[in-house]
């Protein structure tokens, strides 16, 4: 069966460090995976898309890498603040017609 | 970017009855998109909607529990019919944006629905 798979538990995390959250995917061949944040009683919002055939893309701190032989994402946020607290979640697209497949999320706290 | 707006934000409906959802854009769009987030859950594709053809339902979705409207390029309807507490969730839509760029989803703030 499909899955994607996200850390459902809460990573917790010192302000200035790095935090590096996981997203696995089994029986899927995207196209492209997309990175989103969600805050409490908000819509997600996107901040990173990564196409297959590329391994690394950066937004200012934020950094997405994608193997799709080991069928994984990772994501990176350095320098981290506590404006970084929320879910992030994962999703993968897989047509050409924007019908993405979402993980459930994991949660980053950030503290001072 | 689209600017996304849903009517209402929340709601607390009665088992058996039903509630229509607004998602209003501020711009044109093709394609929008209903999703539903149960709690703790991710999201889950309910179907799509092109604006002057029938949606697409994903896989555990149906047109009689959730009819869809997309009456023009901005505005589309969701309509979850005969409820029961097991609906009680999130509903988000969103939209595709910047098309040939990068496949970019935009969505809104999403109504929060409890059945009792």
């Known amino acids: 069966s499909q899955k994607i798979e996200q850390n459902s538990e809460a990573l917790n995390i010192q302000e200035g460090k790095t935090a590096t959250l996981t997203c696995n995917y089994t029986?899927?061949?995207?196209?492209?995976l997309q990175w989103y944040r969600q805050d409490p009683g908000r819509g997600p919002v996107f901040l990173l898309l990564i196409r297959e055939n590329e391994k690394e893309k950066r937004k200012e701190r934020l950094k997405v890498t994608f193997d799709t032989t080991l069928k994984q994402s990772l994501f990176h946020i350095t320098a981290s603040q506590p404006a970084d607290s929320a879910t992030y979640l994962c999703?993968?697209?897989?047509?050409?017609?924007?019908?993405?497949?979402f993980g459930a999320g994991t949660q980053v706290v950030v503290t001072p | 970017s689209a600017v996304i707006s849903q009517k209402p934000s929340r709601d607390i409906c009665q088992r058996g009855t039903s509630l229509t959802i607004q998602c209003q854009v501020d711009s044109q769009v093709t394609m929008m998109f209903w999703y539903r987030q149960q709690p703790g859950q991710s999201l889950t594709l309910i179907a799509t909607?092109?604006?002057?053809?029938?949606?697409?339902?994903e896989s555990g979705f149906v047109i009689d529990k959730f009819p869809i409207s997309r009456p023009n390029l901005t505005f589309s309807t969701l309509t979850v019919s005969n409820m029961s507490p097991e609906d009680s969730s999130i509903y988000l839509c969103?939209?595709?944006?910047?098309?040939?760029?990068?496949?970019?989803?935009?969505f809104g703030p999403g109504t929060r629905l409890l059945v009792l």
């Open positions: 969103s939209v595709e944006w910047d098309r040939g760029r990068q496949e970019t989803q935009y």
């Open positions: 029986n899927y061949s995207p196209a492209y």
């Open positions: 909607a092109n604006q002057g053809s029938e949606a697409t339902y």
């Open positions: 999703a993968l697209g897989t047509d050409s017609w924007g019908k993405l497949q």
